[in-house]
Structure formats: structure tokens, C-alpha cells
């Protein structure tokens, strides 16, 4: 079975510090990652993805991730939050046998202050 | 272009009416995708469809919940006798033919009172 885990409920920063949004997975084999990002009563919105190949991936609005296979972690980072970025944010995992069903965590509610 | 559109936004329905709800992917997706995300929580998969076949309907809480995409493009997810427990916010996604990262529609909201 394949299962993400989103151990921060809620991450408050202030604007134009480092955000990190912190992600572990567990899958057989290699997952593909993603992050999403939901604003209120919206749907989610594709940011970033991780396939293969590099470990540190490029997204949307400046964010980006980090794959780490020991750690089994998939961090996604912002270098200058911005109060725009508050919204809930979704780790995502697709695993090698389930090759399009996401696991998806539970979220963690980004806070940024002005 | 058009992202993947729902309707109703939001519906609420007194326990024991049927709803139907409606997902319009991406023009070219032929993959689509629903999903039930309960307050609080991540989404969590309900069914999988490659054009017009239901390849994966494991999800499905109960007989209750029935989805179709007769014609491989827009795809309705119906429920039965719906039960308090149904509230949640019913998400569709699709996908390109290749990638696999899925686009979400903006959801419905669904209340069962």
C-alpha cells in the first residue's frame, strides 16, 4: 500500500522568510511525488512533480522540491513566502503498481503574515 | 484553455434523494478521475476511467455510488439514497494521455440532510 504523510498540521512564516512544507511517503518501488495547493473553495492546483531524474524539481510561483530516497521525504520549499501563498497545501504519491491513483496526505494549512 | 469544470457547485440534498453530479475534463484528457475529500481530510480515490471504460471503480464506498462516461469525454457521479455520511466535497481530475500528473476541477460541495 502507498501512503503519504503530512506531519504539520498548520506552518506559520512571515512574509519574505524561507517556507517548508514537510512530506514523507511510503510506497514499494519508485513513487512518483506531486504537491497541490488548495485555495478556499477552489480545487486543488497542480504545483510541482517528481518523476525521475534530478532530485530537486521546479514549480509554480517560485516553489520547489526536494526528493530524498533515504529519507523517503519529498519537502517542498519556497525560498520568500509571500501572504498570497496562505492556503492548504497536498503532498501526493502515485506508486509504481497503482500507476494513477494519488494517496494524498492530509494537508498543511500555510500561514503566511504580513 | 478551459480547465476541468463541475456542476453544481454546491447541492444539498435531504437524506434518501438520489444527486448526480457532473464532471466536463480538459478538452484531449482521455483519463478522468473522481474523488471524495471529507472536511478536513485529503481527497481520497474513488474511480478511474480511460475514455469511456471504468477501469477502476474500487473506491466506491457502497452500491449507492454509480459513475459513467458513456461517450469518453463528460462523466457523471451518481448517488443513491444518499446518507448523511455522503457529505463530503466530490472532486474530478483528468489527465494527458502519458503524464501523470492529474487537474482538479473546483469540486462539489455536497450537504445531506
Known amino acids: 500500500a502507498q501512503s503519504v504523510a503530512q506531519p504539520e498540521d498548520q506552518v506559520n512564516v512571515a512574509e519574505g522568510n524561507p517556507l517548508t512544507v514537510k512530506c514523507t511517503y511510503s510506497?514499494?518501488?519508485?513513487?512518483?511525488l506531486f504537491w497541490y495547493v488548495q485555495y478556499p473553495n477552489r480545487g486543488l492546483q497542480f504545483l510541482l512533480k517528481?518523476?525521475?531524474?534530478?532530485?530537486l524539481v521546479k514549480g509554480s510561483y517560485g516553489f520547489e522540491a526536494e526528493f530524498n530516497k533515504s529519507q523517503t521525504s519529498f519537502h517542498l520549499k519556497k525560498p520568500s513566502a509571500l501572504v498570497s501563498d496562505s492556503a492548504l497545501y497536498f503532498c501526493?504519491?502515485?506508486?509504481?503498481?497503482?500507476?494513477?491513483?494519488?494517496?494524498f496526505g492530509a494537508g498543511t494549512t500555510v500561514t503566511v503574515r504580513a | 484553455g478551459a480547465g476541468v469544470s463541475q456542476s453544481p457547485r454546491y447541492k444539498v440534498a435531504k437524506r434518501g434523494q438520489d444527486v448526480a453530479l457532473r464532471c466536463d475534463p480538459i478538452?484531449?484528457?482521455?483519463?478522468l478521475f473522481w474523488y471524495q475529500q471529507a472536511l478536513g481530510q485529503g481527497p481520497e480515490f474513488l474511480t478511474y476511467?480511460?475514455?469511456?471504460?471504468?477501469?477502476?471503480k474500487s473506491g466506491l464506498p457502497s452500491d449507492r455510488f454509480f459513475a459513467e462516461r458513456p461517450e469518453g469525454s463528460v462523466s457523471t457521479l451518481k448517488i443513491q439514497r444518499t446518507q448523511q455520511e455522503d457529505s463530503a466535497v466530490y472532486l474530478c481530475?483528468?489527465?494527458?494521455?502519458?503524464?501523470?500528473?492529474?487537474?482538479f476541477g473546483p469540486g462539489t460541495r455536497l450537504t445531506v440532510t
Open positions: 476511467f480511460q475514455n469511456e471504460a471504468q477501469l477502476d
Open positions: 478538452s484531449g484528457h482521455v483519463s
Open positions: 510506497v514499494s518501488g519508485n513513487p512518483y
Open positions: 501526493a504519491v502515485i506508486g509504481p503498481r497503482n500507476d494513477y491513483k494519488l494517496s
Open positions: 481530475a483528468s489527465s494527458r494521455p502519458g503524464t501523470p500528473e492529474q487537474y
Open positions: 517528481y518523476i525521475t531524474g534530478d532530485n
